[in-house]
Structures are given as C-alpha cells and as structure tokens.
C-alpha cells in the first residue's frame, strides 16, 4: 500500500504522526465503452449546449443550476473565499461510547499507520480506546475541506473513518408505516423462534461476491478461446496535429470574419482576378 496522506493525531499536548492509507478497495471488474463491432474504444467530446461549439479545459468553469433552470458559473476566485483547511492534523475532539455512533453515518474508511518514532504514543491511544470501548470523534482535513471523522480500532490497528454530516442523511418518512399494526403474542413467538434458529457469529469468510467471480471467470475464459479484439494504437502524435490545424484554420477564418474579410475559400479567387488585371494593365503599358 502507498499512502496518500501524512500528518499527526493530536490529543491533549500529545501528537502522534501517522501515515494513511486507503482501507478498502473496489474489486469490480472495470470496463470500456467500445464500439460493438471492432472494438475502439468510445470517445465523447465537451460541447457546449448553446452554441454547439467544443469546450477546452481552460474554458470550462463550475455552473450551479437554480430552480427556476438559470445558471450561476462560479470562478476559481469565487472558491478561493471558502473556508479551507489546509493542516495536517487529525484534532481529537472528544471520546465517545462506541455505541453513540450511528454506523449509517460512517463512510470512507483508512488505516493509520505510526512513525517508528511515535509507535509508543501510537500504541497508548490503541489500547485506550479499546479499553475504554469508545470512539474518538475527530476533525481532518485529508485535501481542503474539514470533515467530521473517528478513530476506532481493528485488528490492532487504529482505523479512521469519514463521517457524514446529519443533514445528509435522509428521513425516511414512509407513508406506509403511518399506521403500525401489532403483532400477536403468537405471531412474536414465531418470529424469536425463526430468529434463534437462525442466530449465529458473523463470519466474512463464508461469503463471497458470486456475480464478481463468475464475471471474472467469463473474462478469463473469452481471453483463453481467443475471442478478443486485436486494436490497432491510435496515432496520437499525428492526431494532435491534425487537431492543431483544424483549430488554427477555424481560428483564422473566425478573425477574418471578425474583420468582415472574405472567407478563405474567396480568397484565391479574389487573387487570381487581380493577377489578370495587373498583367492587362502591363499588356497595355507595353503596346503604348
């Protein structure tokens, strides 16, 4: 693993410099639009839906849609008025029962990994808060923005989860469970009973992600048979310059437009008819 972040858990005068690392990863299978018939793969470019005109990077701004279907384009000096963080501290804020954290609020989860030269402040906040059972509640900022987040620990190693902020979990405010209607005693019984036999200890090892396997094991097997697509590398270096002059040429017939010029496509034209007029004019100069 590489991390992808560096700083220090501070607690009281205590700081403890950490490294972080991603915890989990996607094992899906990634794949390509293509082209159905030969393979290439699918390109998109970024047009504007006004003047239907292709965008380059450099023009192309954050926009925030109102309700009423208007656009405010915000600017970078617009963002550089935000409240940012920038520092490289994981603030304990206080430490929490385990069981006061609502586990729907937890997202994004990474291991903490210690200096050589702090495991022993390291190993101190482990084995407080495993013994204490509860969580610390922490503000970090991992890019710019603070975020809510808590440390907990698994395996013997301390893991920070993100956490959400209330306002982004939904209510779930269901219309059909208005009017709750009370099992019997009987119906109770049945239920704690399906319950107990079905009880147990969790075990991850005793599932695995079928779809992904058979998916895997379809992709070695078309691989194996053959049956794959030979694509031939684009010629980017030539691309480009083709790109180059199609841009330069659009650019010249813009600013000859701009200047009320004739097009270029006139241009020759216009040439050649005064060429026959100078060699006339010649001509005659010669007869006199």
Excluded at 146 to 159: C, N
Excluded at 235 to 246: F, N, P, W
Excluded at 261 to 284: D, F, H, I, L, R
């Amino acid at each position: 693993m590489r991390a992808i972040w560096k700083g220090a858990v501070s607690f009281g005068l205590v700081n403890v410099p950490v490294r972080l690392y991603a915890a989990t990863e996607n094992h899906d299978v990634q794949f390509r639009q293509v082209h159905r018939t030969d393979g290439g793969r699918i390109k998109y470019k970024r047009i504007c839906s006004i003047d239907g005109e292709e965008v380059a990077y450099d023009d192309i701004a954050k926009g925030y849609e109102t309700e009423d279907g208007d656009m405010v384009i915000l600017t970078d000096e617009d963002f550089a008025d935000l409240p940012t963080r920038s520092s490289k501290e994981i603030a304990v804020e206080k430490f929490v029962p385990a069981d006061q954290i609502d586990p729907m609020l937890l997202d994004k989860c990474y291991y903490l990994e210690p200096d050589k030269a702090s495991a022993k402040p390291y190993v101190l906040l482990r084995d407080a808060l495993e013994s204490e059972k509860r969580m610390a509640v922490v503000t970090v900022s991992i890019r710019t923005r603070m975020t809510m987040a808590v440390l907990r620990v698994k395996d013997g190693v301390i893991v920070m989860q993100t956490m959400l902020w209330p306002d982004e979990v939904r209510n779930p405010d269901f219309a059909s469970l208005g009017d709750e209607q009370e099992a019997s005693e009987k119906e109770l019984a049945m239920a704690h009973l399906l319950v107990e036999q079905l009880a147990g200890d969790y075990d991850a090892s005793e599932y695995e992600d079928d779809y992904a396997i058979a998916l895997d094991a379809l992709v070695k097997a078309k691989v194996e048979g053959g049956e794959i697509k030979d694509i031939p590398k684009p010629a980017e270096e030539s691309g480009e310059v083709v790109d180059l002059l199609a841009a330069l040429a659009k650019s010249v017939e813009k600013a000859r437009a701009a200047r009320g010029e004739a097009p270029a496509e006139e241009q020759p034209a216009a040439k050649k008819a005064a060429s026959k007029t100078t060699t006339k004019a010649a001509g005659k100069k010669k007869a006199g």
